[in-house]
């Protein structure tokens, strides 16, 4: 952290500098440095960025998982929330949503409270690594094939037998899906598993 400091006060003395000296190509180094931190504070924080699963993949993801109306599905990196939203609204489920974006949060709170839907739909404020997910029966992610790997051991200790993983796009290394749709754009398959 010690380092963390001292760089900053280099790079904020060097933009002092450049300014008094009118030497303003060397504004780069501490824009430089601010461009790292953004990125690492903001960005490579996330296990996946956010780009939104097609509305028509939602829906089939939600049918190759054979969603009963009250079972409880939990949708890891929730976005926009529209899988835990058409989770309750068209299968009855209820619907957990986890993300870390504030500004996605609150976007898909006002989508919840426009569709009525707060009764079925909950959106948790965190890491889906830190979130217990035992009460699931279905569990849906978009996220990155590495981010996938990684949740191998967590859906082995926590996710009971008989729940359903659809996964867009990245597989879950080593298992064998249960079924396997084409998403779609080309190579954007939907893959099912069961525990
Ligand atoms: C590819 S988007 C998918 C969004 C939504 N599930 C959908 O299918 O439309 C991945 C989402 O995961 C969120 N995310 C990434 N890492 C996360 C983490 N460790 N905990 C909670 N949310 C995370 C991102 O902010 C982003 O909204």
Do not use: C
């Amino acid at each position: 952290m010690a380092v963390f400091w001292i760089i900053l006060l280099g790079a904020i003395g060097v933009a002092v500098y450049a300014f008094v000296s009118g030497s303003y190509l060397l504004l780069a180094i501490p824009a430089a440095f601010f461009g790292i931190v953004v990125y690492l504070t903001v960005i490579a924080r996330k296990d996946a960025a956010y780009v939104p699963t097609p509305e028509p993949v939602v829906k089939q993801m939600l049918e190759m998982a054979g969603l009963k109306p009250g079972e409880t599905l939990y949708d890891l990196g929730s976005g926009d929330g529209r899988i835990v939203r058409t989770a309750a609204r068209d299968f009855g489920a209820n619907a957990i949503g986890i993300e870390m974006d504030k500004g996605l949060i609150s976007n898909s709170m006002r989508h919840i409270k426009a569709e009525n839907l707060e009764e079925k739909v909950k959106i948790i404020e965190g890491n889906f690594f830190g979130t217990d997910l035992s009460a699931a029966d279905v569990v849906t992610l978009y996220l990155r094939q590495d981010t996938n790997d990684r949740l191998v051991s967590k859906f082995k200790k926590e996710l009971k037998p008989g729940t359903r993983i659809v996964s867009y796009t990245f597989v879950m290394t080593g298992w064998k899906p249960t079924r396997v749709e084409n998403g779609l754009f080309a190579h954007s398959r939907v893959y099912l598993y069961t525990m």
